[in-house]
């Protein structure tokens, strides 16, 4: 083929490109400006298919005789199409499909934008367009919220599969590392909210909160220790200590600790122990029971220990009416942690097996902890700004020879635990 005959052809190509180009943008625009978003998708994505197509025709035609001015043309349309796709908000136009892709409805979508935003937002550059923050955070969102890997998130959001992963990791550390603040003990008229509203639903005075564990479920962690995350089942998982009120709000949170560790273990690796003896209730005023002074306390399931501070059911085989009475008042009460981790487990990352490392496992279940409080503070701000922050992460592989530390009780600790329960399941026989 003659030089003339070449060049008409390259340009008879390059016409050709221009017009599908153009006619694909014009497409694209126009199915945005309708909002059909599914159609929208699957035409973005085969029109990125076609582009690129032609760009390698292109290439061949015009550079055929010149293999190292060969290269990859970037046309202003395809350009365009990335930029679109970069930016681009699918849209969720139902109540429905924001409760199932971000576990919240669209007002509260923007307002937890608005909240992480500042710590979010991305500069443009002379090279690309950043990501904006609504797509940054409804691609982490999304994540959490559905379990999605991050193949099924890329595609959703039109982004690449090392976007999703940064994205989300970002968030979970942005909450973690800069509203920690968000899981906090009320103190004041906060905490003594708290203790009443316990009261109003189970009878238990001086009541602050309910304690339990749960295990999450992890990828087996590399290095020495691994078997350290194997818990009775002979899982992998880490342990989430969470302290909650009768409304589902995390109060104390202390997670990543071994599967292997168990719940009363698990309270001694904590701070709780010591921020509850060095005064954490101290704001409400104990309770004279039956010669008996109750201070404020938690309340546990049977795995914990009695203790002054932390009622759990009695145990035995002839109990009394009284302790029968007592321990089923007692449990339906302690319900409300279980009722807490059954609405964290909603967020569908921590419902199968988190495919990251530890450290990320930690900061996602931190993650979602902090959002569940921010979404209930936002409907329900019983808190009046002053708490204390009790937020704990073990973000490193548990040592198994490590000493287990912690505060003991004495002797008469445990006395003065059972006058109160004594106390307590007296009282309790009269509502």
């Not at 015009?62 to 349309?77: G, W």
Request: net charge neutral; charged share 20%; hydrophobic share 40%.
């Amino acid at each position: 083929m003659d030089e003339e005959k070449k060049r008409v052809l390259a340009l008879a190509v390059h016409v050709l490109a221009s017009m599908v180009e153009y006619a694909i943008v014009m497409a694209v625009q126009y199915l945005e400006i309708m909002g059909d978003d599914s159609v929208s998708d699957q035409v973005r994505h085969g029109c990125l298919s076609v582009l690129a197509q032609l760009d390698a025709i292109q290439a061949s035609v015009i550079f055929h005789d010149n293999r190292k001015r060969k290269r990859k043309v970037k046309s202003l349309a395809r350009k365009r199409l990335m930029d679109m796709d970069r930016s681009a908000m699918p849209r969720f136009t139902s109540h429905e499909n924001y409760q199932r892709m971000f576990k919240m409805d669209a007002r509260s979508f923007e307002w937890f934008c608005e909240q992480v935003g500042p710590f979010v937002e991305k500069m443009n550059t002379n090279y690309k367009k950043s990501i904006p923050v609504t797509k940054r955070v409804a691609v982490a969102l999304f994540r959490l919220a559905t379990g999605a890997n991050y193949l099924t998130a890329a595609e959703k959001f039109s982004v690449g599969e090392s976007t999703v992963f940064y994205c989300t990791t970002e968030l979970c550390e942005i909450l973690c590392n800069r509203f920690k603040h968000r899981v906090a003990c009320p103190q004041g008229q906060g905490l003594k909210k708290a203790v009443s509203r316990f009261e109003a639903i189970s009878g238990l005075p001086n009541c602050a909160g309910a304690i339990n564990c749960m295990h999450l479920r992890i990828k087996r962690p590399a290095g020495p220790h691994s078997a350290e995350y194997l818990n009775e089942d002979k899982v992998h998982t880490v342990v989430t200590q969470a302290v909650v009120d009768s409304s589902t709000r995390v109060l104390s949170l202390a997670s990543g600790f071994a599967g292997a560790v168990s719940d009363v273990d698990a309270l001694r690796l904590s701070t709780l122990p010591h921020k509850v003896q060095g005064g954490r209730f101290s704001g409400i005023s104990s309770v004279e029971l039956d010669g008996a002074t109750l201070p404020a306390y938690l309340i546990g399931g049977p795995s914990y220990q009695l203790k002054p501070w932390l009622m759990v059911p009695y145990t035995g085989e002839s109990l009394t009416d009284v302790e029968l009475n007592f321990n089923k008042r007692l449990t339906e009460t302690w319900g409300v942690a279980e009722t807490t981790f059954t609405a964290l487990k909603k967020w569908e990352i921590l419902n199968g097996v988190m495919q990251v490392d530890v450290p990320t496992a930690v900061y996602m279940i931190g993650a979602v902890c902090i959002i569940h409080n921010m979404l209930l503070d936002n409907t329900d701000p019983y808190m009046d700004g002053n708490q204390e922050e009790d937020f704990m992460l073990e973000t490193s592989l548990l040592d198994p020879t490590a000493p287990i530390s912690g505060v003991d009780e004495s002797p008469g600790d445990l006395e003065h635990a059972h006058k109160i329960r004594n106390a307590l399941a007296s009282h309790m026989m009269s509502f």
